[in-house]
């Protein structure tokens, strides 16, 4: 093994640095060019070679401000983007936003709370792992039995702690138990009143924007009211409006209010695409949020709107 390693950083060294190809390795090493070709893939797969895709840190400083000063919010980060195609642009923004909050979380010392959805999921799966013991992680919601997993609040909560090296609190409960009486009991509970003191006491908050179709999601699950008609997104199951008016679609739930979002430490919402903008903007308007991360051409329809 030892003298295929040696191999490997020959024949790394001959194609990454001195740029010569693959034929010409095989004929300065006597080997064939499929050899060649499986010591370059093993050389990587062996840590001989690391092959890092460097961020150049497109910024859009003219967007963050703009977008700063529009909604009244305190940061905004917006990364650039080559293509409007809605799966780069998310995977561009999570991964900003995944360097962004590594920058907060990794002198440790921090309580984050965790929401679900699609995107949070998304960005968790781009975090690079660190070693962070001192912090802990801990869902905005009770847990529903939702198959789909970025709906599980738990599970999500556990994968990020996983990354981050960290100490992970569950909400050992639902999200919206059966009845009123069911909610009171789950609220004497010693698994509810450890959630609700680190509720009341949030560094840094990861949330998502929900749209039209978080509310027919929750409306199928939890049942529709008459509030519902008037929504239009939702951050960490608190529905708002156009005009950012935070509206209260159930009662008797067991989760994060939109108090203590606002109270924490920093709000930081991941959010992109077009069919979003009308959320976002109304999430903005909340007053919730203290950080937006999105994407260039994002950035632009929220600035350039007509809602």
Not at 169 to 189: R, S, V
Not at 191 to 203: A, E, G, H, M, V
Not at 229 to 255: P, Q, R, W
Request: with cysteine; glycine share 4%.
């Amino acid at each position: 093994m030892e003298f295929q390693k040696k191999q490997m950083q020959e024949a790394a060294l001959l194609y990454y640095e001195k740029k010569h190809t693959q034929h010409e390795i095989a004929q300065i090493m006597n080997l064939s060019r499929q050899t060649v070709s499986k010591l370059l893939n093993d050389a990587i797969k062996e840590n001989i070679v690391e092959i890092k895709i460097n961020n150049p840190e497109i910024t859009c400083k003219d967007f963050e401000q703009a977008i700063c000063d529009k909604f009244n919010v305190k940061n905004a980060v917006v990364c650039g983007v080559s293509t409007d195609d809605e799966s780069l642009c998310r995977l561009m923004t999570v991964k900003r936003a995944a360097a962004y909050i590594k920058s907060l979380i990794e002198n440790g010392n921090k309580k984050i709370a965790i929401s679900w959805g699609r995107t949070i999921q998304a960005f968790i799966n781009e975090f690079d792992s660190i070693n962070t013991p001192d912090n802990v992680v801990f869902p905005l919601f009770g847990a529903t039995d939702q198959e789909q997993a970025y709906f599980l609040s738990n599970e999500l909560a556990r994968s990020f702690a996983d990354k981050i090296g960290a100490k992970v609190k569950y909400a050992w409960f639902p999200y919206k138990p059966d009845n009123i009486d069911d909610c009171k009991l789950f609220k004497k509970t010693s698994y509810y009143k450890k959630l609700y003191d680190l509720w009341n006491d949030i560094d840094i908050a990861v949330v998502g924007i929900g749209n039209s179709e978080i509310i027919q999601v929750f409306g199928k699950i939890f049942g529709y009211n008459e509030k519902c008609m008037s929504a239009i997104g939702d951050i960490s199951a608190h529905f708002f409006d156009g005009n950012g008016k935070v509206v209260e679609v159930y009662e008797n739930t067991l989760c994060a209010s939109k108090d203590n979002l606002k109270n924490a430490k920093q709000t930081i919402a991941i959010a992109c695409g077009e069919n979003k903008t009308e959320a976002i903007i109304g999430a903005l308007r909340t007053q919730i949020i203290d950080t937006l991360i999105t994407d260039e051409y994002t950035a632009k329809r929220l600035l350039y709107n007509n809602f």
